[in-house]
């Protein structure tokens, strides 16, 4: 098999070029000096630091594997734009995706449990080893081997019949694009905007992931795949409290809400006729 081509520094070149940004104003930007920027312009770092591919993977919107992978400067602007907007490339498990784990003495996977309390610290430490080494972890004989598990608490009443406060067992997806519609999954989202366990629809054309809650009082929303940091799919939950049967009112509430779904759906089709 012959050598990857990789496009590292004439990419980062380009995309600079493209924001008509000099070298002063990105590294200013990145919280990197010019003298780096520069070197890694002219091809002078071969190998890039874990810390600069996300840096320059972040703000740039591109996914790491296209900055090293892809030549961008021989796409059209679409496909530029596709790519920074969450495109099935950015998607894709063959990506590299920094995710860091931890492992026991027998060298097997944790399981790491996220508190609610170090949910602001896993947004900017999802992918540092040392994060995670501060967080609890355990095993379970009954999760399967293959793939990597994490546990996250739920908060409030969106994802009822899961009790409020139920722990999330969830396995990593590595490939986007692989997920069914409607597949129950822990988001993590950028910035300030919270953890959430939602029913996940994703439109790989529009680039957006439809996120519906479980208790059909709530309205679903979509968000841009580019503000998503992972997705870990629904395994399992455990919980103190067992889930209560829905009253006559929320079944009721139920129908409600699905009868002005296929009125909604019915109104969309006649649009287009």
């Known amino acids: 098999m012959g050598a990857q081509d990789i496009f ?4 980062i070149k380009f995309l600079r070029l493209r924001q008509k940004l000099s070298q002063e104003a990105l590294a200013e930007k990145l919280g990197i000096s010019r003298v780096k920027l520069n070197a890694i312009e002219s091809g002078r770092t071969a190998n890039p630091t874990v810390d600069d591919l996300i840096n320059f993977s972040e703000y740039f ?26 495109s099935e490339l950015f998607m894709k498990g063959d990506q590299i995706r920094v995710l860091a784990i931890t492992v026991d003495k027998e ?15 896993y947004r900017s430490g999802y992918a540092d080893p040392e994060f995670l080494a501060t967080l609890p972890r355990f095993n379970l004989p009954t999760v399967p081997k293959n793939g990597t598990f994490r546990m996250f608490p739920t908060v409030g009443d969106s994802m009822l019949p899961v009790p409020e406060g139920a722990d999330i067992i969830t396995r990593y997806v590595q490939d986007w694009t692989t997920v069914k519609p ?7 989202l950028k910035g300030d905007q919270d953890f959430v366990f939602k029913q996940v629809t ?30 870990w799919e629904y395994y399992s939950f455990h919980s103190k409290a067992l889930p209560e049967p829905q ?27």
């Open 8 to 11: 590292w520094s004439v990419n």
């Open 61 to 86: 919107r591109m996914s790491i594997d296209s900055l090293l992978k892809i030549e961008l400067s021989k796409l059209s602007d679409q496909k530029l734009k596709d790519l920074e907007e969450g």
């Open 107 to 121: 060298d097997k996977e944790n399981i790491e449990y996220v508190p609610v309390q170090a949910r602001a610290g």
């Open 182 to 188: 409607e597949t129950p999954c822990i988001v993590i």
């Open 202 to 231: 994703i439109n790989q054309e529009a680039g957006t992931m439809l996120l519906q809650s479980f208790n059909k009082q709530y309205f679903a929303y979509t968000v841009p795949i580019g503000e998503v940091i992972e997705l």
């Open 247 to 273: 009253t006559d009112m929320q079944q009721l509430m139920r129908m409600l809400q699905e009868m002005q779904n296929e009125i909604r759906e019915l109104k969309k089709k006649s649009t287009y006729k």
